[in-house]
Nanobody, 123 residues
């Protein structure tokens, strides 16, 4: 069973930065596409970013492109999400996920999920 644990969430002012981390319990980083999703109150879970197992190919939602950067350290079984220029619309619970599908980008294509970490951006 793959276990994913997110950390790094918190309260930040608009324009600030946060870095989320996702630690995997097994060698998921070396064989899975890893992704970040978020869910705001009353809204559906939405794709934020994903990175293929090689680390060389990444995908981003248009809403975060140029502000967020996903990366991975396969030696540490950890995936990161660097979030810059945060605004109130980024407030949500952020989830880490792992998928065996190479170009996975929708919630239904990710098999394993973390418990989520809250990010709150104050204006």
């Amino acid at each position: 069973q793959v276990q994913l644990v997110e950390s790094g969430g918190g309260l930040v002012q608009a324009g600030g930065s946060l870095r989320l981390s996702c630690a995997a319990s097994a060698r998921t980083s070396s064989s899975y596409t890893m992704g970040w999703f978020r869910q705001a109150p009353g809204k559906e879970r939405e794709f934020v970013a994903a990175i293929r197992f090689s680390g060389t190919i990444t995908y981003y939602a248009d809403s975060v492109k140029g502000r967020f950067t996903i990366s991975r350290d396969n030696a540490k079984n950890t995936v990161y999400l660097q979030m810059n220029s945060l605004n109130s619309e980024d407030t949500a619970v952020y989830y880490c996920a792992a998928s065996g599908v190479v170009n996975a980008r929708t919630p239904g294509t990710f098999e394993h999920w973390g418990q989520g970490t809250q990010v709150t951006v104050s204006s």
